[in-house]
């Protein structure tokens, strides 16, 4: 139903003009435009956080539409670097948004372009995951990536099964992996089903990647897992700078300025564009548990 109402233009206009829609997409997307971002990104880095920044276009269809995408990346990278926030700031870029399921390529080139624009200004991207049918071109694509672009982050889910091998491959030194649950409705024969494994399994990958030498990035406003990730940072000699927490704008506040007052890195996930109403409503039918999330979430700040 949430997915159906996700493609009506009928609906989306109800959803625009309802005030507690208003309420509710103000809080978890920046805005529309690069202006929004760089604005936001301001507000949050001002509060000694660090943001990731990401525009939404997951409908890409055509080659003009990801040609749009890449400008729009290649234009807020450069008002990173002049607003003098590219320090504290990232892109995450998703490479179905640049075209990948109708060319590979194309999507891989304009990813590298990105890149290249990210490193100009002193920052860095990290390719975000979808389903699991594209998660080993995406992964290569990442490889590719790195060969000139070192720091380019990858995304990992655990509720995947193989996403503990896939921790171990990518712990090396330089590496930076964002580890979250994952929201795509998965099959059983590729995904964990079941709350209590997909913790289990977040967490024996945590363990893999603090084991390593690269950079963890851990995604979660879980308070059983934010603690878990502190307890094997201290068992594993890992000082606060050498991982990061990350959320999502809107989500828990107060805990990513607890955590940052107490010396930790906290990134704070930004969308940001014109296809707000596609994202939030795809984030509310991924998980049927979103919906009560984000409810819960405007009734208490923390």
Not at 50 to 69: C, F, I, M, R
Not at 73 to 94: F, H, I, T
Not at 130 to 142: K, Q, S
Not at 175 to 202: F, M, T, W
Request: aromatic share 8%; net charge neutral.
């Amino acid at each position: 139903m949430i997915l159906a109402a996700a493609r009506s233009a009928r609906m989306e206009k109800v959803v625009a003009t309802a005030p507690v829609s208003r309420q509710i997409v103000s809080r978890y997307v920046a805005g529309t435009s690069t202006e929004d971002a760089l604005r936001t990104s301001r507000e949050l880095v001002d509060q000694g956080l660090k943001v990731s920044l990401d525009y939404l276009g997951e409908d890409t269809l055509t080659p003009t539409q990801a040609e749009d995408t890449r400008d729009e990346y290649l234009r807020l990278l450069r008002a990173l670097g002049d607003e003098g926030l590219a320090s504290a700031s990232e892109v995450s870029v998703k490479l179905s948004a640049l075209g990948q399921r109708f060319d590979e390529s194309m999507s891989t080139s304009m990813a590298t372009e990105i890149c290249a624009a990210a490193d100009a200004v002193g920052t860095s991207v990290t390719i975000d995951m979808e389903d699991h049918t594209v998660t080993d071109i995406t992964l290569d694509a990442i490889q590719g990536l790195r060969q000139k672009y070192p720091s380019t982050g990858a995304v990992l889910q655990s509720y995947l099964r193989r996403t503990e091998a896939d921790c171990k491959e990518l712990s090396g030194k330089g590496s930076r992996v964002r580890l979250c649950k994952g929201a795509y409705a998965e099959p059983e024969s590729v995904a964990y089903q079941n709350r209590l494994d997909i913790d289990r399994s977040y967490v024996r990958c945590l363990n893999a990647l603090m084991r390593g030498d690269g950079y963890p990035m851990l995604a979660t406003h879980d308070p059983r897992l934010v603690e878990i990730g502190i307890d094997r940072a201290k068992w594993f000699d890992r000082g606060p700078h050498s991982f990061e927490f990350q959320m999502l704008h809107g989500i828990r506040p107060d805990e990513q300025l607890r955590l940052a007052a107490e010396g930790y890195q906290v990134r704070v996930y930004i969308p940001y564009g014109d296809q707000w109403y596609g994202y939030l409503m795809r984030r509310l039918a991924e998980r049927p548990a979103n919906v009560a999330f984000f409810a819960r979430s405007l009734r208490g700040r923390k």
